[in-house]
């Protein structure tokens, strides 16, 4: 800036000096004007004249100074005025390139453009010898040189008056006035000096014209050049302006630092706001550009700055984020943004500093929040993990049936007991709908309530009959829950069956009794009331009376054997009338008694008693014994066609110490399914049949009263082959016996042994299978079963004893080498009354299995 | 004189019915069990049956209903139920297969006589 300055005051100095020099220059011709003495000559007049003319041709020379006025005055007051010439041409001489050129012309006393003359070089012309002669010449010659183009060219050759006065400007020959006749005349000597002397009043006009037109184009010029630079000034001025607002008006600190090629680093400009940035003073970056990197840049972040110098020396541009240690101490984050711009053999980095501490500090905040958020949901996801282990485990044991479904009740999610429920696999239950399980039992119009209950975002409870696989069908309570989101929308349900069929079967076959005995009830009242009502409002004769009454009496009978059944039933579930169970009884005897009636009444079928001539007496309720043959005959005699037999018979099993009796009929036998519920209260084998009347209590009732009689009961059927009913009774003195179920032949041996000498009859086998025939057959007190069997393992036995109601009631002692805890449990769970670890001493054994005996027995009578 | 079907497998209900029956103006005829009233209905064409319910065999008396009703040629005649199920629902089922009344066992021979002619009258 201050150089421009420098340079404007020198220029105006310059221009001062220049029109000094003018002021100078302009000063002789004052001289001239009133030296015109000098040139008195010889006659007063003459000279008089002569000087009026000079003193005139000074006065108007000196009248301007714009050139082509000058040129114009020359030739008026020289040319017109003292030499009265029609042809006139002012020659001007450039030194320099040595060339002739025309200033001013004039033909046939008419100003022409001096444009029209070609400048030509200085040579053997008049006009030439002139300038280098510098002396005035007179010719009589045909013109050559540039005057000739005053002439018309056929003129040329013709010799014409001319004189050629040199314009002598100093030491310089500026030109030559070229002044030509048409008519020939006499120039003298002493014109000649006249016109010399005019001659330079000329060339010094000429001349000043000349240096003030050259002053004035300097000064015009000079003047154009201050304004510019003016106006450039001010453009750098706003410019700077405008950069130092933008600089002031960013926090960014902002720097140009030059990097030499020997790596030597200068600052040449660092914005002022390195001072607020770092707190240190803006001169100890200037003064030390080594300050910024080793003391502000925080010590560890010092190799990353590093870094980014080496890359800046490269010639790479460069972004790197790294710490300052301010004055204060306070530590800030800073990215700093370089450019590089190689000049010459340095390189200028441009670089800007912004403070990103409030941009790091939300960094960092969110990364911590980030992994914050990664630690949480890791821990939330462990614990979904390990409670859905823990519901998974809960939804596995549950008895209740669980199905997850999602909006739309396609199944995504079920658990065993559910597979159990309906027998349908978990891979042919996912993916499909609860609809798989309808019976048909329901309404559309129940489904259509139960989903516009769940998809309200309600809980729908309700029982309903569902289809098993199989076909059958299973009475459930189903509880629907929605699982729903936030604003109460069913994303899925999730349905618990809970199998109430077990007592639905139940409550049905109470109200199937319930029926069942009404009918039966209202079957013997209908002749009764009918019969009765007709003896009271007819007239009939004898026979008929007689008759009717008869129909009363044996309807009158049924009704009351109904009653009775119901009765007996009623007291033996509540282990009541039994009567003096220890009496002898001869079963013979009431067999025959029995039989007797059934003779009277079914005179269609033959019945046939077989067996030794005398049986052995048992204990027992003689009065419960007569209802069990009635039960079993009666059953016989009903269900078998008419004339068919109907075979008891008895056999003595000395071996175990039994009486074996079997009621065999011809009738039409029992499906598997009608077998299976044979034992069960109010069951009949076809109760639509009332050909066949009955409570469906009978066979109850018979199994009551032979467990009473610590006897069994079971039931051999095939249908449409007739059935047998197989009764067994302990003879009376029969020891406890037990079955011993055990492959290892020298324990067996030894525990029958010690178990015979303590009074027990023992039944061996050796496997499974031998045993579980045993157990159904021979009556077993207590069986003693190893866990450790070929081909049948013991677990396996064990399941079997108890899954049949013949050998179910029996007591089970556990032998086994296996000592687990789990083992035990396990057949603790699976039934078994003791667990006895081998190896055990033969004492310990009868205590056990008198223990067991014991509790058993009590159980029984209680 | 009205032809009346008596299908009952209980000859003792049997009897009495016919008995019961005898002092009116009707020409009675018998069944004991499902197939065989189906047969005597076709052959016979009875003005009314006297139906029980619960009857031996594969035809009791609710289907035996359920096929007069469903035959044109049987459709007209009037079927009673006498039945000792006497529940609501059985009631409610017996009048679905087509039965025009449903009386209960036991009954009052007098009364039964009444109501079967009203029925008749209705008809």
Redesign the interface.
């Known amino acids: 800036m201050s150089n421009y300055r420098k340079t404007k005051a020198q220029l105006i100095k310059e221009l001062e000096q220049l029109q000094q020099k003018v002021t100078a220059l302009e000063a002789p011709q004052q001289q001239l004007e009133q030296g015109s003495l000098l040139l008195l000559e010889y006659s007063p007049e003459k000279c008089q004249q002569k000087l009026l003319a000079l003193h005139e041709v000074g006065c108007a020379l000196t009248s301007t100074l714009a050139i082509p006025e000058v040129y114009r005055v020359i030739y008026r007051e020289i040319v017109q005025r003292l030499l009265n010439a029609p042809y006139f041409l002012l020659a001007m001489f450039d030194e320099a390139t040595e060339t002739i050129f025309c200033g001013f012309a004039v033909i046939q006393n008419e100003e022409v453009n001096p444009e029209q003359f070609e400048p030509v070089p200085l040579g053997e012309d008049p006009l030439s010898e002139t300038i280098v002669s510098r002396q005035v010449h007179i010719l009589n010659l045909p013109v050559t040189g540039l005057s000739a183009h005053l002439l018309p060219a056929e003129e040329r050759w013709q010799p014409r008056p001319a004189i050629y006065i040199p314009l002598i400007s100093g030491n310089s020959v500026i030109g030559v006035l070229s002044v030509i006749h048409s008519q020939p005349v006499a120039f003298r000597n002493v014109d000649m000096d006249f016109l010399s002397l005019v001659a330079r009043q000329a060339a010094t006009a000429v001349t000043n014209a000349q240096l003030l037109t050259k002053v004035q184009h300097y000064a015009k010029d000079l003047e154009a050049r201050v304004t510019e630079r003016h106006r450039v000034e001010e453009a750098l001025r706003e410019s700077e302006q405008r950069f130092r607002l933008v600089i002031s008006s960013i926090s960014d600190h902002i720097y140009v630092t030059e990097v030499t090629k020997e790596g030597r680093r200068i600052n040449l400009y660092l914005s002022p706001h390195v001072e607020s940035m770092t707190g240190y003073p803006w001169e100890r970056f200037m003064a030390d550009w080594r300050f910024w990197p080793s003391t502000v840049i925080h010590p560890d972040d010092r190799a990353a700055a590093d870094a980014q110098a080496a890359q800046l020396l490269q010639g790479h541009n460069s972004e790197v984020e790294y710490r300052l240690v301010r004055a204060d101490s306070k530590v800030i984050w800073v990215r700093d943004s370089a450019r590089v711009q190689t000049e010459g053999s340095s390189k200028i980095t441009y670089g800007v500093v912004s403070d990103i501490t409030e941009r790091k500090r939300v960094e960092l905040e969110r990364a911590w929040l980030t992994n914050e958020l990664r630690d949480v949901n890791q821990t939330l996801d462990e614990r979904v993990r390990a409670r859905t282990a823990e519901l998974q485990a809960i939804l596995d044991a549950v008895g209740e049936g669980i199905v997850v479904t999602d909006r739309a009740g396609v199944i995504q999610y079920l658990n065993p007991a559910l597979e159990r429920l309906t027998g349908y696999s978990e891979e042919e239950t996912l993916g499909g709908t609860p609809r798989m399980w309808s019976s048909g039992r329901q309404s559309a119009s129940f489904y259509a309530q139960m989903w516009q209950t769940i998809l309200a975002g309600q809980t729908w409870r309700g029982e309903l009959v569902n289809q098993r696989k199989d076909g059958t069908f299973y009475d459930v309570v189903l509880t629907i829950t929605p699982i729903t989101d936030p604003g109460g929308k069913p994303l899925g349900f999730v349905g618990a069956q809970h199998d109430i069929t077990p007592f639905k079967q139940m409550d049905r076959l109470k109200s199937d009794f319930i ?1 069942t005995a ?2 039966e009830l ?2 013997p ?7 009765s ?2 003896l009271l ?2 007239q009939l004769d004898e026979e ?1 009376r007689k008759r ?1 009454l008869t ?1 009363i009496n044996q ?1 009158a009978e049924a009704l009351a054997a109904i009653t009775d059944d119901l009765l007996s039933l009623s007291k033996l579930e509540a282990g009541k009338g039994f009567e003096a169970t220890d009496i002898p009884v001869d079963l013979k005897e009431i067999v025959e008694e029995v039989l007797f009636g059934f003779r009277e009444h079914n005179h269609q079928h033959h019945y046939v008693v077989s067996g030794p001539a005398s049986w052995p007496r048992i204990k027992g309720d003689p009065v419960k014994l007569a209802q069990l043959f009635k039960n079993l005959l009666s059953n016989a005699t009903k269900y078998s066609p008419d004339g068919g037999h109907v075979m008891l018979r008895a056999e003595t099993e000395t071996t175990y110490d039994l009486l074996h009796l079997t009621v065999t009929d011809q009738g039409i036998g029992m499906t598997p399914e009608q077998l299976s519920h044979m034992f069960d209260r109010f069951y009949r084998a ?1 109760a ?5 009347g009955g409570t469906g209590l009978g066979m109850s009732i018979s199994q009551l009263i032979v467990k009473k009689h610590r006897g069994k009961i079971w039931v051999e059927s095939e249908y449409g082959q007739g059935t047998t009913v197989h009764v067994l009774f302990p003879l009376p003195g029969r020891p406890p016996y037990v079955l011993i179920i055990e492959d290892e032949e020298g324990l067996r041996r030894l525990q029958q042994i010690s178990l015979e000498l303590e009074g027990f009859t023992v039944l061996p086998a050796e496997k499974g299978q031998p045993g579980l025939e045993l157990a159904q057959t021979c009556l077993p007190d207590l069986i003693l079963l190893d866990l450790n069997l070929p081909e049948m393992s013991g677990f396996s036995v064990l399941d079997n004893l108890k899954n049949n109601h013949l050998t179910k009631d029996i007591p089970i002692i556990i032998t086994s080498a296996l000592d687990q805890p789990e083992e035990i449990e396990k057949a603790i769970e699976k039934g078994a009354d003791d667990y006895l670890v081998k190896p055990y001493g033969m004492g310990d054994l009868a205590i056990r299995i008198n223990r067991a005996l014991t509790e058993t027995k009590r159980e029984t009578s209680a | 004189m009205k032809k009346i079907l008596i299908v009952d497998d209980q000859i003792e209900v049997r009897e009495l019915v016919q008995v019961t029956l005898e002092i009116g103006d009707y020409e009675i005829l018998s069944a004991q069990n499902g197939q065989q009233a189906l047969e005597i209905a076709q052959a016979e064409h009875p003005d009314l049956i006297l139906l029980d319910i619960m009857m031996p065999g594969s035809i009791d008396g609710l289907e035996v209903c359920r096929r007069l009703k469903s035959n044109l040629a049987t459709a007209d005649i009037i079927v009673v139920v006498l039945s000792a199920k006497g529940q609501e629902i059985d009631i409610a089922i017996g009048k679905q297969v087509g039965a025009d009344a449903y009386f209960t066992k036991p009954f009052s021979p007098i009364a039964l006589i009444e109501k079967i002619e009203a029925v008749i009258d209705m008809k």
């Open positions: 029926s009404a009918h209202r079957t009242l209908t002749s009764i009331q009918g019969f009502e007709i409002t007819r008929r009717f129909f309807q076809d639509s049949n009332t050909a066949i």
